[in-house]
């Protein structure tokens, strides 16, 4: 695949300048790299989790490269928490226009072994935390003003996948959201997409999923960065997307439909 010199600096540096982005997940990883790379491009960030300690270093982090970063803390499955986190971002800034739903948790089990609490714990943080944040920004900023929510998917939500069932179902679940929120809300102003990322260098996702198969399913030779993810998501929240919403990227390389995975030569 070829690599852009500096991914970080293919769009225009103010795209979103006097906007504000609140990315839930935002203290570590992909999340991370996707309130920097829309910091870097004016935007004024907010980033939410259930730990304080690493929203306090990744803020640190992003104020050291000259970002300005709200934090607070909150379980997503709790409505009354993420409506706090909310009107907490709204005091701070005034505005909010951009929503990310990075949140997520995952680990690798199957049908059969994982327990019911297991799998309600992943419906409840990705699918029903992803309504919640949702909902709260609709209700306390979108609704009247308009704005970007794009929601993290999984590129396997549409397939059948093993050790991963909990998961495709809750991500099923919220590309379900994205389109329904899209139609609903576009006479609004408000456009609704996913990024579904594909298989991402440095992350505790493959992390653990290669672990749990003795590194047997990388997801195959095509491996993508936090960078990759974060400039899909910037696209979709800039004006060069102002038409479309409802749609779930794939950002993976053609990892998804590539159904039979036969290797192929190296040009040359
Ligand atoms: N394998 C199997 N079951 C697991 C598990 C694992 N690795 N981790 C958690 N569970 C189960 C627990 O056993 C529990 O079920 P039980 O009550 O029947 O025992 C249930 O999930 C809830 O566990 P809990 O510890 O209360 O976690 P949580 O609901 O607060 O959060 C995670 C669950 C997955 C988010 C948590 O493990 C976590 O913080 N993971 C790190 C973040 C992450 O997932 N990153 C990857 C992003 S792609």
Same mark, same amino acid.
Request: negative net charge; proline residues 3%; glycine residues 16%.
């Given at each position: 695949m070829v690599t852009a010199p500096d991914a970080s600096r293919v769009f225009q540096e103010d795209l979103l300048k006097e906007q504000v982005a609140f990315v839930t997940g935002g203290g570590t990883g992909i999340g991370k790299e996707i309130a920097r790379t829309l910091g870097r491009h004016g935007a004024r960030l907010a980033i939410a989790s259930r730990k304080r300690e690493s929203l306090e270093l990744a803020a640190r982090e992003l104020e050291s490269e000259g970002l300005e970063c709200f934090v607070d803390t909150c379980d997503v499955r709790e409505p009354e928490e993420v409506e706090r986190v909310v009107a907490g971002i709204l005091a701070h800034y005034g505005r909010l226009d951009v929503l990310v739903n990075n949140a997520a948790g995952n680990f690798p089990a199957s049908v059969r072994n994982i327990s019911y609490n297991g799998f309600k714990s992943i419906v409840g943080i990705d699918l029903i935390g992803t309504y919640n944040v949702t909902k709260a920004v609709f209700e306390a900023r979108l609704k009247d003003h308009g704005g970007k929510v794009v929601n993290i998917s999984a590129p396997f939500s549409g397939m059948g996948v093993a050790l991963q069932a909990h998961v495709a179902a809750a991500k099923m679940g919220v590309d379900a959201l994205t389109r329904s929120c899209a139609v609903e809300w576009a006479p609004l102003g408000i456009r609704v997409n996913g990024v579904a990322p594909g298989q991402v260098a440095d992350t505790e996702? =493959? !992390?653990? /999923?290669?672990? #749990?198969? *003795?590194? #047997? #399913?990388?997801? *195959?030779?095509? &491996? *993508?960065?936090?960078? %990759?993810? #974060?400039? !899909? =998501?910037? /696209?979709? &929240?800039? %004006? !060069? !997307?102002r038409f479309v919403s409802g749609q779930v990227f794939s950002v993976d390389g053609a990892a998804s439909i590539d159904m039979l995975k036969i290797p192929v030569e190296p040009p040359g």
């Open positions: 996702g =493959v !992390a653990r /999923f290669e672990a #749990a198969t *003795g590194g #047997a #399913a990388t997801g *195959g030779p095509i &491996v *993508g960065t936090k960078q %990759d993810i #974060a400039n !899909a =998501v910037l /696209f979709l &929240v800039s %004006d !060069a !997307a």
